[in-house]
């Protein structure tokens, strides 16, 4: 079946460094992932998306890494901050034609000053 | 502009009783998604809209679940007869394109059946 997974549940950085996330998803046709951050009490926030025909994408202090050989995803956030923590998520839209997204259960990054 | 908007953020109902969830997606986009959110989990799909049409409704637990957008935008999902196992957040998403786009987030209803 479709699945997405998060290697750790919990990353805990030093404010300043760098964090990555990873994610490992099991549907070779997933063709779009997306990064979201969830705060508590709050929906999913948009953070950077990668189309399969990429291998890199870079935002603001983010970069997602796809490996579609080992079909893993990876948010590297840069030079981490306090408003950095949260939950983070990782999707994929697995072999739907809709759209719809398939979610990992999530990794906590906690940021300590 | 106003993102996506959920009412109400929060619901009580006691077991059996009916509960009707509303989503008001960013103006003009195509898709609108609901999802389930159990606490410590990530959103599981539940149904998906394009304009009016219900196009898949895969992911809904039980035929206690109904959801409908009769003109294109404003959304409502219903619950029938609740039980405590529904109890989560409800999460409403839209995206203007009809398939893989940027999905944007309201911030949840949180339902808790007693």
């Known amino acids: 079946g479709e699945s997405v997974g998060l290697h750790l549940p919990t990353l805990s950085v030093q404010e300043g460094d760098n964090s990555i996330i990873n994610c490992a998803y099991s549907?070779?046709?997933?063709?779009?992932f997306i990064w979201y951050k969830q705060e508590s009490g709050k929906g999913p926030q948009f953070i950077i998306d990668?189309?399969?025909?990429?291998d890199k994408r870079q935002g603001q202090r983010v970069t997602v890494l796809l490996n579609k050989t080992v079909k893993h995803l990876s948010l590297q956030i840069a030079a981490t901050q306090p408003g950095d923590s949260a939950v983070y998520f990782c999707?994929?839209?697995?072999?739907?034609?809709?759209?719809?997204?398939?979610f990992g259960q999530g990794t906590t990054l906690q940021v300590k000053p | 502009g106003a993102g996506v908007s959920q009412s109400p953020r929060y619901k009580v109902a006691k077991r059996g009783q009916d509960v009707a969830l509303r989503c008001d997606p960013i103006?003009?986009?195509?898709?609108l998604f609901w999802y389930q959110q159990a606490l410590g989990q990530g959103p599981e799909f539940l149904t998906y809209?394009?304009?009016?049409?219900?196009?898949?409704k895969s992911g809904l637990p039980s035929d206690r679940f109904f959801a409908e957008r009769p003109e294109g935008s404003v959304s409502t999902l219903k619950i029938q007869r609740t039980q405590q196992e529904d109890s989560a957040v409800y999460l409403c998403?839209?995206?203007?394109?009809?398939?893989?786009?940027?999905?944007?987030f309201g911030p949840g209803t949180r339902l808790t059946v007693t």
């Open positions: 998403a839209s995206s203007p394109d009809r398939v893989s786009s940027e999905q944007y």
């Open positions: 549907n070779s046709a997933s063709d779009y």
């Open positions: 990668i189309r399969s025909n990429m």
């Open positions: 999707a994929e839209t697995g072999s739907s034609n809709t759209g719809k997204l398939i």
């Open positions: 103006s003009g986009h195509v898709s």
């Open positions: 809209f394009q304009n009016e049409a219900q196009l898949d």
